[in-house]
């Protein structure tokens, strides 16, 4: 998190030098909720997405009078739930469980620094209205799966996997928002954004010949200023 810190308020430090010296450039900080899923293969449990949440910073440059570049640096938790039940049936050893049927529960997560790349368009006559759609990039941080259970006996964990994940997510951000002009130079926004990607990030085989891609919206409230 240490290093987290560092990236984005170096990247903080970077833009405020240049939007002091570009009116046509706007620099903003943004957070919200992020609800994601996987996809792209058969599951024998039941997968629901998961909430988690998003923040960075971002940096907007003017190219018209209604078209933008907007690119953001974001920490971003992508997490999915899954449920089932373990039938024991007749356990031969001391040690193990009684015989029983039990519930256990996993929580899958990534975290990533991600990088998307977009161009917004502001419409309405007020020009308060936005859409915008791009690439992103995402570089993995670490991943693992929390597990929970009733079954005696057995331990609650958390196990990293990052080695069997790839370092690399890419795909496509496309979002939705409206802007509230505080007054000339600052803004507050929200933006409801969704990032399909396209990478399969299992570096291992996935049952069936699957693959693993991530899939998030955001709901995102946000502030700038130039």
Avoid: C, W
């Amino acid at each position: 998190m240490k290093k987290i810190t560092f990236l984005l308020f170096t990247f903080l430090l970077i833009i405020s030098k240049i939007t002091a010296q570009d009116s046509k450039i706007k620099f903003g900080i943004q957070g919200g909720l992020n609800y994601s899923s996987f996809r792209g293969y058969d599951s024998f449990v039941d997968d629901n997405p998961g909430f988690a949440y998003v923040f960075g910073v971002s940096l907007q440059h003017q190219i018209q009078d209604n078209l933008s570049i907007k690119v953001d640096l974001n920490y971003e938790r992508k997490t999915q739930n899954s449920k089932g039940v373990v039938e024991i049936l007749n356990p031969n050893v001391p040690t193990e469980p009684m015989e029983g049927t039990y519930r256990f529960k996993t929580t899958s997560y990534l975290n990533y620094i991600v990088l998307p790349i977009m161009l917004k368009f502001s419409f309405s006559s007020d020009k308060s209205f936005y859409i915008n759609g791009g690439p992103y990039l995402g570089y993995l941080l670490k991943s693992g799966i929390k597990s929970k259970s009733n079954i005696p006996g057995v331990i609650n964990a958390d196990d990293e996997d990052t080695d069997r994940k790839k370092s690399l997510d890419f795909g496509l951000s496309a979002g939705i928002g409206k802007e509230f002009k505080l007054d000339a130079n600052h803004q507050i926004y929200i933006e409801l954004r969704d990032n399909l990607g396209l990478e399969n990030i299992s570096k291992t085989e996935v049952i069936n010949n699957g693959t693993i891609k991530t899939n998030s919206v955001n709901l995102l409230v946000g502030f700038t200023f130039n």
